[in-house]
């Protein structure tokens, strides 16, 4: 296939290079390093989760499944999937053994480099309260291999018996605390390092020959929607059944330390049905669910070294705390750019609405819910109002079911009415709309974003969230729930580009608009910046758009399987990537320049899966204000060279030149929104200095 294209999971691969860089990266406090060690692990079971799974289902499939742009089968995907990331373990391993040697304030210590009295409070620790919670087992005609759970740790071992040899197995409950620390010292062993080292007690009617810890990852790619889903059937506890079926999937991967031996391997892998191939060594810890725990041993005056400066987001400063949320929003529109922005004016807003005696209902999806949700709790206080609320909750949002199906619960409690979406097609749309009733009509309040209507996600995931009283971007909402409600997929809306039906269609038409600006000679331009870029006929309209002369520039944190700067076809696109503190998350489309610009947000990425088989919504910013600002936006990050990325033409990404002063744009926009709210904090101070400035300037002429 043509060397436009980059295949998807080898570009995501990259992205969680680019993450690992970041816990390599000696300018970046170490407690940090350590946590990007941690996403790094945790995006990487994900991965063999949902992406790997996916393609081992394929490959089992048979038949022509080959990926659309780079002609890669299913199993060559794998092969090359597992060959990257067997070079990224050792990467990993040094990075942990570089940060835990030089951090300090605690150590990860073998049993081996403990005196004899820290032995002996280990050895009583594990006796009284390890061993009580094991539940170990030899495996044989009797002992059957049991089901290995997804993402625990187990022991493995190879005994000597009389009958000559037999293989046991421990598994790490999660009853077990994983950090222990030696008391009165900085010293800390993980639960499986002491597990590891007693195994011998635990098996001790036979002669431990080897040990080894173990940790499998299974597929997690599971279709909610398999079978036929009958009418009568609650879609809730369907989901929770999907739920229980997940944990019980093939495996994709198998994780171990380097302390086994090849017979004891040999025997895991034949009973998982695993290849040689799809197991990785590491002598870094193979859960760093752990990393969090260690946080609590930082004391205050070690926080500003090992961690970052803490930053917390501001009240928008074009906003009046002091004033209700609902008058402001209808005399101009609102933008909120998290997470240097809070969240609290649309947590107020939605509060506000809940207690309106001329709101009349209130509708909202919801995709992403975190823990504890004020959001949530406004809603249920506005049904208990007597508001007509409507709450289209995402069932099927990837590792997230529970947690929704628990909400959707609290909110049909409280009296609201809610539907979980179209079959066959997420909700992925992020959207509010608030009815008021007046005497001259009904008028409308919509939020549209980009990201989840999650306050804790807000302070860590850089997203935009515009409040408008729009009557036609109102209108559209309206419809919008509307069409949702009866499972309508084609509605038809003035401004709003809904997928699947429009929204491809949309961005197709705004990048043809450019192509024939640049080839009636007039400067063609494109801006866009969300997560992932794969869909082939957006990707094939920006290599069309780029022969015509097009400029185009993307800022792509994840996958982008499209190739720039290959001459003759794409060098007019420059494709970066920003990894920084904060997750980039936003969706911006940006087509021209200048006054003629046609600025969107958007919830969807220009991936097949957002553009087809999603119900997405990408809403054009019309106050040419917040377009402005949304331009300006885009112009930081495409000016950032710090945590700015180039992606190659040969599919590799480098840093970029750091010519003139720094620029960090994720700490450019805080300093923003700090200096924002310090001027805002100030003109009282200033309009009272100057009334009292101006009584003495009165008393001198006299």
Known sequence: MSALYINRELSWLKFNERVLEEACDTSVPLYERLRFLSIFSSNLDEFYMVRVGSLLDQSLLGGNNADTKTGMLPEEQIAAVNTAVQQMYPRRDKAYADILRDIGVFSHVSYKGLDGGEKRVVRTYFETEMLPLLSPQ?????????????????????????????????????????????????????????????????????????????????????????????????????????????????????ETDRAGDDELLAFFLSKLELQRSQCFLSSAPLDFAFVGVLEEQIGAEERGKLMFSPLRPQWPAGVDRAAPMIPQVLQRDILLSYPFESMRPLVELIRQASEDPRVVSIKMTLYRIGRQSQIVQNLCAAAENGKDVTVLIELRARFDEQNNINWSRLLEDAGCKVIYGIEDYKVHAKILLITRKQRGGVEYITNIATGNYNETTAKFYTDLSLMTANREIGEDAVAFFHNVSINNLDGAYRHLLVSPSSLKQGVLARMDAEIA????????????????????????????????????????????????????????????????????????????????????????????????????????????????????????????????????????????????????????????AYRATERQEEKPRRGLFGVLLSRIRGQKKK
């Open 517 to 672: 600006k640049a080839q009636s000679g007039l400067p063609g331009r494109i801006i866009a910046k969300m997560n992932s870029i794969t869909d082939k006929d957006i990707i094939d309209k920006m290599i069309e758009a780029s022969k015509a002369g097009v400029k185009v520039d993307l800022v792509v944190r994840g996958i982008c399987c499209l190739c720039p700067g290959v001459p003759g076809e794409t060098d007019n696109i420059r494709v970066r990537s920003i990894v920084g503190r904060f997750l980039e998350h936003a969706r911006i489309y940006i087509f021209g320049e200048g006054s003629e610009a046609r600025v969107y947000i958007s919830s969807a990425d220009w991936m097949t899966r957002n553009t087809e088989r999603r119900v997405e919504i990408a809403m054009p910013v019309l106050d040419s204000r917040l377009a402005g600002r949304v331009i300006g936006i885009m112009d930081m990050q495409l000016r950032d060279n710090v945590k700015a990325r180039e992606l190659q033409p040969d599919g590799a990404y480098a840093r970029v030149l750091r010519e003139g002063e720094d620029l960090d744009s994720q700490m450019y926009f805080y300093r923003q």
């Open 138 to 254: 030899i495996i044989d005609a009797h002992h059957p291999f049991p089901h290995l759970e997804n993402k625990v740790i187990y022991i493995g071992v190879r005994l000597k018996c009389k009958a000559g040899k037999l293989f046991g197995i421990i598994p790490l409950t999660r009853e077990i605390d994983r950090v222990y620390f030696i008391p009165e010292t900085s010293k800390f062993l993980l639960a499986e390092d002491i597990l590891l080292r007693f195994a011998d007690t635990v098996f001790g009617v036979y002669e431990v020959e080897a040990k080894a810890i173990f940790r499998v990852t299974r597929n997690a790619d599971i279709d909610s929607e398999e079978g036929v889903l009958d009418e009568d059937v609650d879609y809730r506890n369907y989901m929770q059944e999907i739920i229980k079926k997940r944990n019980k999937l093939s495996p994709v991967r198998l």
